[in-house]
């Protein structure tokens, strides 16, 4: 399916017309395809999923740092109250959590470092695609890399020594 | 060649002219009287380039934190006040943490202010959004700084 603008502020879906053996009778008079008005949820191709990913992460770090500014104003308080709150955090479900808290830090600053070459690079434009093919293949190795740090010690307490 | 034959007039504007003038097309941001006189700043652009400076910092930052805490000899199991209280001894990790809470703080606000721009439609929605984000945003920076500033390795 493709997009159309028609340069006004609407966009249209070309949805290519049936053919021959799909209608069961001949080529759709508009060879083309026929253009019908685009509804409101635009499903577009992977710059898309990347810019929701980028920013899904973005704020998912946001609320995390608030938060994780407060656990450590902790250290004000009393060096209890701060060793109580980080015991909390070496329990298997909390593991867990960081582990995506890690996999969405990585993915916001190696697709971040993308966006900024697309930006500034010349050529950048041009391999938007394969740069993010690229950001998801370091993406991958950083988090089989840090899997073992950051989830064995879960992986004892539930699974033993 | 010239100019005017090489603009081809439709049939629809072809047909306005002084006598029968086009429709006026209302601008989609008309200037109101509160619209200041010069609005030429370039807040926006340097909003833009923040991002992206703040960004390159931020990966080194952010990363080495990570590794640091999360990674390097034990993770977080070794994490407590102790281990604290030794990283804050030096202000090479003072100024680390420092640094990284201003930007990411930073960058992140102005990143929750594009968000709410995006989506909070009502006006006064979107502004209250962006007083309640600004308001949590300096109380989170304020207090982390007299945190790095104030810590006592001997609170008891
Ligand atoms: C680790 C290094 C980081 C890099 C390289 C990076 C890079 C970027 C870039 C280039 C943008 C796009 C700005 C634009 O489109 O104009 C952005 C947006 C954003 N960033 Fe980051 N960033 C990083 C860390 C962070 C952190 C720590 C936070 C949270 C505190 C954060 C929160 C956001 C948010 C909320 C947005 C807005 C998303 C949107 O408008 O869709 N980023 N980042």
Redesign the pocket.
């Known amino acids: 399916m493709t997009r159309r603008y028609d340069g006004r502020g609407r966009w249209s879906v070309i949805r290519p017309g049936p053919t021959d053996s799909e209608a069961g009778r001949p080529l759709s008079p508009h060879p083309e395809g026929i253009s019908v008005p685009a509804g409101t949820l635009y499903r577009g191709r992977e710059g898309m999923w990347s810019?929701v990913a980028?920013?899904v992460t973005?704020?998912t770090?946001?609320f995390f740092?608030f938060v994780h500014v407060l656990d450590t104003a902790l250290v004000r308080v009393s060096p209890e109250a701060y060793d109580t709150v980080i015991a909390s955090y070496k329990t298997p479900l909390v593991s867990l959590m960081e582990y995506g808290l890690v996999a969405a830090?990585l993915f916001?600053?190696l697709n971040?470092?993308r966006?900024?070459a697309v930006d500034f690079w010349g050529n950048g434009p041009r391999y938007q695609r394969q740069m993010l093919w690229t950001v998801m293949g370091i993406w991958l190795v950083l988090m089989a890399g840090a899997a073992y740090p950051v989830l064995h010690h879960a992986a004892e307490i539930l699974f033993g020594e | 060649m010239s100019v005017e034959s090489s603009v081809d007039l439709t049939a629809s504007s072809a047909a306005y002219g002084p006598d029968n003038p086009a429709p006026v097309i209302e601008p989609p941001r008309a200037r109101t009287k509160r619209t200041p006189r010069n609005r030429r700043t370039n807040f926006e652009m340097h909003a833009?380039l923040f991002?992206?400076l703040s960004?390159?910092v931020?990966?080194v930052l952010?990363i080495g934190h990570l590794l640091i805490q999360l990674v390097l000899d034990g993770g977080v199991s070794r994490i407590g006040f102790a281990f604290v209280a030794g990283r804050w001894a030096s202000p090479f990790w003072q100024v680390w943490d420092l640094l990284m809470l201003w930007l990411?703080?930073i960058?992140?606000t102005n990143?929750?202010r594009?968000?709410i721009n995006d989506y909070a439609e009502r006006d006064n929605t979107r502004f209250w959004l962006k007083m309640l984000l600004y308001t949590a945003s300096v109380f989170t920076i304020l207090l982390g700084t007299l945190v790095i500033f104030t810590f006592d390795p001997n609170i008891r």
């Open positions: 810019w980028h920013r973005g704020v770090i946001f740092l830090v916001h600053a971040g470092l966006l900024i | 833009w991002m992206r960004g390159i931020l990966v952010v990411a703080m960058h992140g990143g929750m594009t968000v």
